[in-house]
């Protein structure tokens, strides 16, 4: 799975992140969007570097991914556009959806299945051993004597 498929699934042309305005995106309409790496384009590696889903997408995109306001994922990807160069080598697509969550929920297995994971931008990072708290004993409560 690779731009290329993207496109004959139907997904819109590529808008270059460096160029996208808010008349290019799909308002308030439900949308799955691909965000692809421009350097990797005809390689073997997939360029997918991001599969996501919004209700919403002009807000997920320009107030998520370009302003860093909202969750991990959309925090995560402002970074790496902003702090780690992303922003001249990426582009991105979507396609619109009744149900997006069931089609990125596809779209995810059917990329994980092709190449043994999700998208280098999807994946979490590794959990952190989590120290194990142990709950104090209940307190047992023995009868008193009967004093003498």
């Keep these: 799975m690779n731009s290329t498929t993207m496109k004959e699934m139907g997904f819109t042309e590529w808008y270059p992140f460096k160029s996208l305005s808010f008349s290019n995106l799909p308002y308030n309409k439900g ?15 997939s360029d997918v570097m991001y599969i996501g889903r919004s209700k919403k997408p002009t807000k997920k995109i320009l ?15 402002n970074t790496k556009l902003f702090k780690e160069g992303y922003m001249d ?7 619109l ?24 931008w999807n994946v979490k990072k590794k959990p952190q051993e989590r120290t194990v708290r142990m709950r104090a004993k209940p307190a047992v409560h023995l009868p008193r004597k009967a004093p003498s």
Excluded: C, R
């Design 89 to 95: 080598k990426t582009a991105i697509s979507w396609i």
């Design 31 to 45: 949308s799955v969007f691909v965000i692809i790496d421009k350097t990797l384009s005809g390689k073997t590696v």
């Design 63 to 77: 107030g998520g991914y370009f302003s860093g306001y909202g969750g991990k994922s959309s925090k995560k990807i």
């Design 97 to 120: 959806s009744d149900n997006p969550k069931a089609m990125q929920k596809e779209l995810l297995s059917k990329f994980s299945k092709e190449h043994g994971e999700f998208p280098s």
